[in-house]
């Protein structure tokens, strides 16, 4: 909120800035009399004054903003975190890692930017575009009128050249993550990679992936160069027509010079506004889009519980298991059955080994005591009590485990 006041304050000071201007050169241009040194000082020790403060308002505005968006970022990282190390085993297996991180880093950046400094940016360059142009009528309501009959037809246009150029770029976007995700996976695997002795055949698929990047950073570059050109040109010729329009109307002496400057100081903050709105609406997407991502995480509700259920008692909790008609498929291979009907019973304090050849489903017995993952059907028992009823938190420390 105070962000919000001092920011009202700093645009109304940048907004009434060129109509004080206009004055200045008024009283420059016309006052050759006794006490023109007088006024024009004066003026202009106010004008600094009011400059100052205007500039200060501005610092303590995007500070404040900053500080807000950072802590906002630091919010939704340690909420995101949390809900993700809550998640079921089998949301591992299906999620990437790499897009997980994506999440945490890039996408709560993103949102807190959009909230905040974005959102304050949008507003200024909002209410700045507006008063900008209501200043234009009251300066010159029929210069106005004439920049206002030029301007909508161009701006049509940017907007529909603004969308391809936002297709190209997130077009760009999407085959650079690719490449990159392609890279972690086989960074992350160096050891299966080199086993297999695939190092050259990977250089060569990340390669073209990268190269498919350029192709289409290429087309963007183009795209851009033609955009800007046309945006530069065709705000120039506009200030071009102003001071044609605006020099006639002088010389007929329906405006004076300081007027004229205040006018086209508007038309610029105008311009420069519609510019800040477009970047606005373009983060305030990429913001919604991030937003999107991180609530479907954040809202995601574990499949196992995880830190809810009973807690056995020290006596009586003794350490008998039971498996009873196991059935059990991974999440991720629904189709391959790894146990069916499967019932195994170990007493209390009794050691035991279970053999088998490799990928029989050793270690998936201890996951699913573990209950990394729930059984399709079937029951596991611990003195007596279905591990479904405990809570697995305080269950998983009963248990050690050494993983190969
Ligand atoms: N996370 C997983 N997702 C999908 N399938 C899996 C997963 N973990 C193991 N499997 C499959 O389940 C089967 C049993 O694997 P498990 O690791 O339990 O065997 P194991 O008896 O411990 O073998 P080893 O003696 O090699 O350790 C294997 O076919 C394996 O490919
Ligand atoms: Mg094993």
Redesign the pocket.
């Known amino acids: 909120a105070a962000a919000v006041g001092f920011l009202t304050v700093s645009s109304v000071i940048t907004m009434s800035a060129p109509f004080f201007l206009g004055k200045v050169i008024d009283v420059i241009y016309t006052n050759p009399s006794e006490d023109f040194t007088y006024s024009l000082t004066s003026l202009c020790a106010l004008l600094s004054g009011i400059f100052l403060c205007g500039a200060a308002a501005n610092a303590t505005r995007v500070y404040l903003m900053q500080t807000a968006g950072q802590r906002i970022v630091k919010r939704l990282r340690t909420t995101m975190f949390s809900s993700i190390l809550k998640q079921e085993t089998a949301f591992f297996?299906k999620t990437r890692t790499g897009e997980l991180i994506n999440r945490l880093s890039s996408d709560t950046a993103l949102l807190g930017r959009s909230v905040t400094e974005n959102l304050s940016d949008g507003l200024r360059a909002g209410a700045q575009a507006s008063v900008g142009v209501g200043m234009m009528f009251f300066v010159s309501p029929s210069l106005a009128a004439f920049v206002l009959s030029v301007v909508p037809p161009l701006a049509v246009l940017a907007v529909i050249y603004g969308r391809y150029l936002r297709k190209l770029t997130k077009m760009t976007q999407d085959s650079l993550a690719e490449a990159t995700q392609l890279a972690e996976e086989r960074i992350g695997n160096i050891r299966t990679v080199r086993a297999f002795g695939q190092e050259v055949a990977e250089m060569e698929k990340y390669t073209n992936k990268v190269d498919y990047v350029l192709q289409l950073s290429k087309k963007e570059a183009l795209a851009r160069a033609g955009f800007f050109g046309a945006t530069g040109l065709s705000g120039n010729l506009i200030v071009l027509s102003v001071l044609y329009k605006g020099g006639l109307l002088m010389g007929s002496a329906y405006m004076t010079v300081g007027e004229l400057s205040s006018f086209l100081m508007y038309a610029f903050w105008v311009g420069i506004s519609i510019g800040g709105l477009s970047s606005f609406y373009s983060e305030l997407m990429k913001g919604l889009g991030a937003g999107g991502r991180l609530w479907e995480l954040t809202e995601r509700k574990p499949q196992l519980p995880f830190n809810e259920g009973i807690t056995l008692g020290k006596d009586t909790f003794r350490g008998a298991l039971e498996f009873k008609n196991v059935e059990f498929a991974?999440p991720?291979?629904p189709e391959?059955s790894?146990f069916k009907d499967f019932s195994l019973s170990i007493p209390a304090g009794s050691v035991m080994a279970l053999v088998?050849p490799?990928?029989?489903?050793?270690?998936?017995i201890v996951s699913l005591l573990l209950r990394l993952y729930d059984p399709i059907s079937g029951t596991i028992t611990v003195d007596g009590f279905d591990i479904r009823q405990l809570n697995p938190l305080w269950f998983r420390t009963k248990i050690g485990t050494v993983s190969?």
């Open positions: 297996d991974y991720t291979r391959t790894i088998g490799s990928g029989t489903g050793k270690s998936t190969q």
